[in-house]
């Protein structure tokens, strides 16, 4: 999904430091997540339908403008390529979760299935199942963000393909933007 390619990305233009952050930011929008599920952001979807539709068509946006940064030519950026600063790519990534409504779903519909109203204190088990997810999700991206570091080295060797690169991402964040497009609001 976008939170795979978006960490992937990084590690390709900044190296395994870069997807590690990258990683980071993720594991921190899942936190968020867990406490908007845990404050029962599910009741206020299912009250205002189109909030639904507003966190979708903001994330086809996103992907849209990533698409675009990843292909315009480097002139219109202006001269070289300028480094992106880590609290820059952590805060991107964090934006690039929060702006994924199918993440939203998977807290809203994953995590309560675990959760034993019986037991009590729901919220509090949705904050820790939600707190174990994220750090696996966390640790998971950081791999990738590893191979798309590794994948920055092998580029860094062949030129011809790193050219390609910023087409293949734009490639694969339009495809998701346009599978956004397409996804119905879950009844």
């Known amino acids: 999904g976008p939170n795979m390619a978006f960490v992937i990305a990084q590690g390709v233009a900044y190296g395994a430091r870069g997807g590690a952050v990258a990683a980071l930011g993720i594991g921190a929008a899942d936190l968020v997540l ?27 946006v996103y992907l849209l403008h990533l ?3 990843a292909v315009r030519p480097r002139s219109a950026a ?16 964090l934006l690039n979760s929060l702006l994924n409504p199918k993440a ?3 807290f809203m519909v ?7 109203a019986g037991r ?11 707190g174990v997810l994220s750090v696996i999700s966390t640790v998971f991206h950081a791999l990738l963000g590893g191979m798309g ?10 030129p011809r393909a790193a050219g390609a690169q910023p087409y293949a991402l734009a ?4 495809l998701l933007a346009i599978r956004l497009v397409l996804m119905r609001r879950p009844l």
Do not use: C, E
Not at 78 to 93: C, D, E, I, K
Not at 111 to 116: A, C, G, N, S
Not at 120 to 130: E, K, M, S, T
């Open 34 to 60: 867990t406490a908007l599920t845990a404050g029962g952001m599910s009741a206020v979807l299912n009250a205002w339908p189109p909030a639904f539709d507003l966190i979708r068509y903001a994330g086809v």
């Open 67 to 69: 698409a675009w940064k």
């Open 78 to 93: 202006g001269v070289g390529v300028a480094q992106l600063s880590l609290r820059t790519v952590f805060l991107r990534a």
């Open 104 to 106: 939203l779903l998977f």
């Open 110 to 116: 994953f995590l309560p299935q675990f959760v034993d």
């Open 120 to 130: 009590g204190a729901v919220a509090a088990q949705l904050l820790i199942l939600g």
């Open 149 to 158: 570091g590794a994948a920055r080295r092998f580029l860094g060797r062949h």
């Open 171 to 174: 490639t694969v964040l339009l």
